[in-house]
């Protein structure tokens, strides 16, 4: 994947040189045709051992076959070329021809007040948009509410939950973190989904036990895992995504448990200290071996929020990682849903019209949207279970 990855990147690169050159100076000029010669023939590379690969944009970022990519000049101006000529994704298929890799270079350098010059889709390019629809199509983000007015799930696997537990308390011993332990509790979670053949039916009761922590920690990995599969995720990247929800609140083993479980509303001092655990949770993790790098990003990341008004303070142009978004979103979400100390959950339709509300400023738009959905599933599917017969 990694060489076939470098073999798109250098496409991309060249795409963008031979399109830069058309529209300044045609299509007949010689260096259009040397740089599409050049892209041509890194996509064919790229296909040798593949039937395809795909582009596509999430907001500002680039995905290339489910895989979000680092931020660098050439996927952001390509980013931005796309968004600005209404594409969201692209298919690219073996088989594809000089005269389709020209004529997305020709359609991609027209002038965007062109509208008689539409880039259209061809046998092994495939265009279009990426859309977050919700039940029947709709833009509709609201929930309907089963009859118990709660998402019912089939129950955790108890080997998985047991094991994990065993990992969590050895961490509150000595501090070291079983990396091994926790990739095979996420590894089993994702074998399971498969097996059910979909996220939304396999997905694990989100637990409500005293161990707060803990088991916000694998409802965080159930509901990541569902937001990355439900986008096509697969791979090595799913399981890291998974992974780095287990470990994403780890820094709050750090804090005085005092803090953690008090009941009554906290002083502008234990806040303080509260806001502490991303910094000291991705300290910890960096330095432990064997964690995904993406677990010690979203460990600082995620209570950054969408706006960055969040913790800890960044920079104005931070560049938050997808799953960091995916993270916040599970976090937040199970954070309301579960019974606490000193109140009952909120109700499901409460906590969607609040993610409603957050979407675009404290929370990832496309992504929030691409939740609500998978959650919408649940419940529709909850609801329709429970109106059914029993089997004899």
């Given at each position: 994947m990694i060489n076939n990855l470098r073999h798109i990147q250098d496409f991309i690169r060249h795409l963008l040189s031979a399109t830069t050159n058309a529209s300044l100076y045609g299509m007949e000029h010689p260096q259009v045709g040397r740089t599409s010669l050049q892209a041509f023939a890194s996509i064919s590379?790229?296909?040798?051992?593949?039937?395809?690969?795909?582009?596509?944009?999430?907001?500002?970022?680039?995905?290339?076959?489910?895989?979000?990519?680092?931020?660098?000049?050439?996927?952001?101006?390509?980013?931005?070329?796309?968004?600005?000529?209404?594409?969201g994704a692209i298919k690219v298929l073996a088989g594809i021809t000089k005269k389709e890799v020209d004529d997305l270079i020709f359609g991609l350098a027209r002038q965007k007040t062109d509208e008689s010059l539409v880039i259209g889709s061809s046998d092994h390019l495939r265009l279009g948009r990426v859309e977050v629809r919700l039940r029947d199509g709709s833009e509709d983000t609201s929930i309907i509410e089963s009859a118990a007015g709660q998402v019912q799930l089939p129950d955790m696997p108890q080997k998985e939950l047991e094991r994990f537990m065993e990992i969590y308390e050895s961490f509150k011993q000595n501090k070291k973190i079983k990396i091994t332990g926790i990739f095979d509790v996420v590894s089993g979670f994702v074998k399971i989904f498969r097996q059910e053949g979909t996220p939304l039916l396999a997905m694990a009761a989100l637990r409500d036990t005293d161990e707060y922590t803990f088991t916000h920690s694998t409802n965080v990995c159930i509901l990541n895992l569902a937001q990355a599969m439900a986008l096509g995720i697969e791979g090595q990247l799913l399981n890291d995504i998974g992974m780095a929800a287990m470990l994403h609140d780890i820094g709050k083993l750090f804090i005085p448990e005092e803090i953690i479980t008090k009941t009554g509303k906290l002083t502008p001092e234990e806040f303080n200290i509260i806001q502490q655990h991303p910094v000291k949770g991705a300290y910890h993790l960096l330095e432990t071996p064997g964690v995904p790098r993406l677990a010690i990003i979203a460990a600082y990341e995620h209570h950054l929020k969408f706006n960055l008004t969040g913790y800890p303070k960044v920079s104005g142009n931070w560049q938050q990682n997808l799953c960091s978004h995916m993270t916040m979103i599970s976090d937040f979400f199970d954070a309301l849903r579960t019974r606490r100390s000193y109140r009952e959950p909120f109700e499901l339709q409460q906590i969607?019209?609040?993610?409603?509300?957050?979407?675009g400023t404290e929370l990832h738009p496309a992504l929030t949207k691409n939740f609500l959905r998978i959650i919408s599933g649940l419940n529709n599917s909850s609801a329709n279970s429970a109106s059914s017969p029993s089997a004899a």
């Amino acid at each position: 994947m990694i060489n076939n990855l470098r073999h798109i990147q250098d496409f991309i690169r060249h795409l963008l040189s031979a399109t830069t050159n058309a529209s300044l100076y045609g299509m007949e000029h010689p260096q259009v045709g040397r740089t599409s010669l050049q892209a041509f023939a890194s996509i064919s590379t790229a296909l040798e051992n593949s039937q395809g690969f795909s582009l596509m944009v999430v907001e500002n970022e680039m995905v290339i076959d489910s895989q979000p990519q680092e931020s660098n000049m050439f996927l952001d101006r390509l980013t931005r070329i796309l968004k600005s000529r209404g594409i969201g994704a692209i298919k690219v298929l073996a088989g594809i021809t000089k005269k389709e890799v020209d004529d997305l270079i020709f359609g991609l350098a027209r002038q965007k007040t062109d509208e008689s010059l539409v880039i259209g889709s061809s046998d092994h390019l495939r265009l279009g948009r990426v859309e977050v629809r919700l039940r029947d199509g709709s833009e509709d983000t609201s929930i309907i509410e089963s009859a118990a007015g709660q998402v019912q799930l089939p129950d955790m696997p108890q080997k998985e939950l047991e094991r994990f537990m065993e990992i969590y308390e050895s961490f509150k011993q000595n501090k070291k973190i079983k990396i091994t332990g926790i990739f095979d509790v996420v590894s089993g979670f994702v074998k399971i989904f498969r097996q059910e053949g979909t996220p939304l039916l396999a997905m694990a009761a989100l637990r409500d036990t005293d161990e707060y922590t803990f088991t916000h920690s694998t409802n965080v990995c159930i509901l990541n895992l569902a937001q990355a599969m439900a986008l096509g995720i697969e791979g090595q990247l799913l399981n890291d995504i998974g992974m780095a929800a287990m470990l994403h609140d780890i820094g709050k083993l750090f804090i005085p448990e005092e803090i953690i479980t008090k009941t009554g509303k906290l002083t502008p001092e234990e806040f303080n200290i509260i806001q502490q655990h991303p910094v000291k949770g991705a300290y910890h993790l960096l330095e432990t071996p064997g964690v995904p790098r993406l677990a010690i990003i979203a460990a600082y990341e995620h209570h950054l929020k969408f706006n960055l008004t969040g913790y800890p303070k960044v920079s104005g142009n931070w560049q938050q990682n997808l799953c960091s978004h995916m993270t916040m979103i599970s976090d937040f979400f199970d954070a309301l849903r579960t019974r606490r100390s000193y109140r009952e959950p909120f109700e499901l339709q409460q906590i969607a019209g609040m993610m409603q509300d957050m979407m675009g400023t404290e929370l990832h738009p496309a992504l929030t949207k691409n939740f609500l959905r998978i959650i919408s599933g649940l419940n529709n599917s909850s609801a329709n279970s429970a109106s059914s017969p029993s089997a004899a």
